[in-house]
C-alpha cells in the first residue's frame, strides 16, 4: 500500500468525512498538506481497491451539489491496520538499533 493511500484510511479511521476533512486530517497528522493531485488519487485507489466507500449527498454544501462524503469498509479497516503492522515492525527495527551494539 502506498504511503498516500494509507494516510487516507488513518484519516477516516474515526468515521466517515468529506474530502476536505480528510485532506486536513491528513495535514494535521503528518505536518504537511498533501498536492491536491496525488490526494484525490489516493482517494480513488482506495475507493478502486474496496477499502472505502463513497456516501453521496450527505452532507449539503453552502452552494451547489451536496459533498460526497467517504468511509472506511471493512476491507479498508482491515487493510489499514494491517499496514499499520507493517509499518510497526518497521519501526521497531529502527528503534531497536538506536541502542544496538556500536552505537
Not at 488513518?10 to 476536505?20: E, S
Not at 497528522?29 to 498533501?34: D, I, W
Not at 456516501?55 to 489499514?80: D, F, H, K, M, N
Request: hydrophobic letters at 40%; zero cysteines.
Amino acid at each position: 500500500m502506498n504511503e498516500k493511500v494509507f494516510e487516507v484510511l488513518v484519516a477516516l479511521w474515526v468515521g466517515p468525512a468529506t474530502a476536505a476533512a480528510v485532506r486536513e486530517e491528513v495535514a494535521t497528522s503528518t505536518g504537511r498538506v498533501p498536492p491536491i493531485t496525488s490526494f484525490y488519487r489516493a482517494l480513488r485507489s482506495a475507493h478502486d481497491e474496496g477499502w472505502l466507500d463513497v456516501i453521496e449527498g450527505s452532507e449539503p454544501e453552502s452552494v451547489g451539489r451536496p459533498a460526497q462524503r467517504y468511509e472506511l469498509t471493512p476491507r479498508g479497516r482491515e487493510a489499514a491496520a494491517r499496514e499499520a503492522a507493517r509499518v510497526r515492525r518497521l519501526t521497531s527495527v529502527v528503534l531497536g538499533a538506536q541502542g544496538g551494539p556500536g552505537r
